[in-house]
C-alpha cells in the first residue's frame, strides 16, 4: 500500500502559535487562546531539511493569527529560512485574518518575498460569524489591512469560506472581491472539521449552483477577479496525475509534526497517538516523513487513497481530498466520499464539465477532456 503518499514534500504548513485574536464560529482549531511562540530552534531545523532536501518548498504559516506573534518573532523565525530562499528553496506564504496588519507586517511581507492570502467571508453582513473573543465583526479592520498591504504594493487574495446560507450569492462575492481590488479569491466550502464538526455542509445541488454561477461570471468576465479553484483545477489535473500525493507535514510551535492534514494539528485522538509523528528537535523532517507508513492513520488514510483511485471518478481532479475531512465526517481514515468531497470537488467537476459541454478547442476544454470523459 506504500507510495500513494510522497517520501518529499513541496509544502510544510508553520504553526508559529495556536492563538488567534479572532473567534469565528467556524472555527476548527483547538487550543487558540494559547499565546506561546514557536521558537527558533524549530525553524532552525525545518529550514536545515528544506536545504538537504534541495527541493523548493512553500513555508505556509498557518493555523492560528500568524501575525498574533509579532514582527519581532516572526522575523527570528524566518531569518533561517533566508540561505534557502536565496538559493531559490524556500517560498513564504501566509494565511492571516488581517486585522493586525501596520507598516512594519507590510514592510516583512515585502523584504520576505510573501504571498499573502486573507480570511474574508464577503461583505460585512455576510461575516457577522468572523468576530473577536467580544463577539464584536472583524470584518471593518480586515478590509483596512487589505488595503494597508494593497497600498504598500503587496497583492492579497481573499480566502473566503462559503456556508450553505451563502451558496446562492456566488455572483454577489465576486463583484464584492473585485471590487475591492482584489486579483483573486479562493472559496473554501464550509466543510466539518476538527473541533467543528456539528456545521452543515452545502448540499450537492446548491453547491453545483454556486459553482456554476461562479463559472458563468468568470466567462463572461475574463480580465476580473480569478477564482484559485479554476486556475488550479487544470493545472492539478494535469500534474498530480499518477503522482503520488504531498505528505503535507504540518510543524506546531513545539517541533510536533503531523501530517496529511493541517487540520489535524492539535487534535485528541488516542487511537491515532493524536495524529503525532515525529518532533523536528529530535529528528529531521525527511526522516519522519520517511517513516510515514508505519503510523496507523497514514495506513488508513492510504487504504482510503486506493479505495478512492479504484472507485472515484473524480480522482485526478482531487487526488484524494484531505484527510481530515474524512476523520470529522467518518470517525476514521479509510473512507472515500465525505459530503465536503462532494460539495467542494465532484459539484465542482460537474459543473465544469457541463460549463465545457461542447467545447473542445479551449486550453481550459483541453485540460479537462480527460475528466469530462470519465465524469460524463
Ligand atoms: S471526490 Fe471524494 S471519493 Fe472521489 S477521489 Fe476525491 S475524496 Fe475520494
Known amino acids: 500500500m506504500a507510495g500513494m503518499i510522497d517520501s518529499t514534500y513541496r509544502m510544510v504548513v508553520m504553526q508559529p502559535t495556536n492563538y488567534c485574536n479572532a473567534n469565528c464560529s467556524y472555527c476548527y482549531l483547538p487550543n487558540r487562546r494559547d499565546t506561546a511562540h514557536m521558537q527558533p530552534a524549530v525553524a532552525q531545523a525545518i529550514a536545515r531539511d528544506i536545504e538537504e532536501q534541495g527541493e ?3 513555508v ?13 518573532v516572526m522575523r527570528q523565525l524566518l531569518d533561517p529560512f533566508e540561505n534557502g530562499r536565496g538559493q531559490g528553496l524556500v517560498r ?11 507598516d512594519g507586517w507590510c514592510r516583512l511581507f515585502d523584504e520576505y518575498a510573501f504571498e499573502i492570502g486573507v480570511s474574508l467571508d464577503g461583505p460585512a453582513w455576510l461575516c457577522t460569524e468572523r468576530v473577536n473573543w467580544a463577539g464584536r465583526p472583524i470584518h471593518a479592520q480586515a478590509v483596512e489591512g487589505i488595503r494597508r498591504l494593497m497600498d504598500a504594493g503587496l497583492n492579497p487574495y481573499a480566502i473566503c469560506v462559503v456556508p450553505p446560507s451563502s451558496t446562492g450569492r456566488g455572483v454577489e462575492l465576486l463583484t464584492y472581491f473585485d471590487d475591492l481590488g482584489l486579483e483573486a479569491v479562493a472559496f473554501n466550502l ?13 448540499a450537492d445541488e446548491a453547491a453545483r449552483r454556486f459553482w ?14 480569478r477564482v484559485r479553484e479554476l486556475l488550479q483545477a487544470a493545472a ?14 504540518t510543524v506546531g510551535r513545539d517541533g510536533t509534526v503531523v501530517l496529511a492534514s493541517p487540520e489535524l494539528a ?4 488516542p487511537v491515532y497517538n493524536d495524529f503525532r509523528a515525529g518532533n523536528v528537535l529530535e529528528e529531521p523532517l525527511t526522516a519522519i516523513i520517511g517513516r510515514q507508513h508505519e503510523l496507523g492513520y497514514i495506513a488508513e488514510f492510504e487504504k482510503g487513497l486506493e479505495a478512492c483511485r479504484a472507485t472515484c471518478g473524480f480522482w485526478e481532479f482531487c487526488h484524494g481530498g484531505f484527510a481530515a475531512m474524512r476523520y470529522a465526517e467518518h470517525g476514521r481514515m ?43
Request: glycine share 6%; charged share 20%; net charge neutral.
Open 236 to 249: 492539478f489535473v494535469q500534474r498530480t496525475m499518477d503522482k503520488p500525493r504531498e505528505p503535507m507535514p
Open 56 to 58: 523548493p518548498v512553500t
Open 190 to 202: 464550509e466543510a466539518s472539521l476538527g473541533i467543528s464538526t456539528t456545521r452543515s455542509v452545502p
Open 334 to 376: 479509510d473512507t472515500t466520499r465525505t459530503q465536503w468531497c462532494t460539495a467542494a470537488r465532484i459539484e465542482l467537476a460537474r459543473a465544469l464539465a457541463d460549463q465545457l459541454d461542447g467545447d473542445t478547442t479551449s486550453r481550459t476544454a483541453q485540460a479537462f477532456i480527460p475528466l469530462m470523459e470519465r465524469t460524463s
Open 60 to 72: 505556509l504559516w498557518h493555523s492560528g493569527e500568524p501575525t498574533s506573534v509579532g514582527t519581532r
Open 212 to 225: 456554476t454561477d461562479v463559472l458563468t461570471w468568470c466567462r463572461a468576465h475574463p480580465d476580473r477577479i
Open 266 to 269: 492539535g487534535l485528541r485522538a
Open 92 to 102: 513564504h506564504h501566509i494565511q492571516t485574518n488581517a486585522t493586525l496588519i501596520g
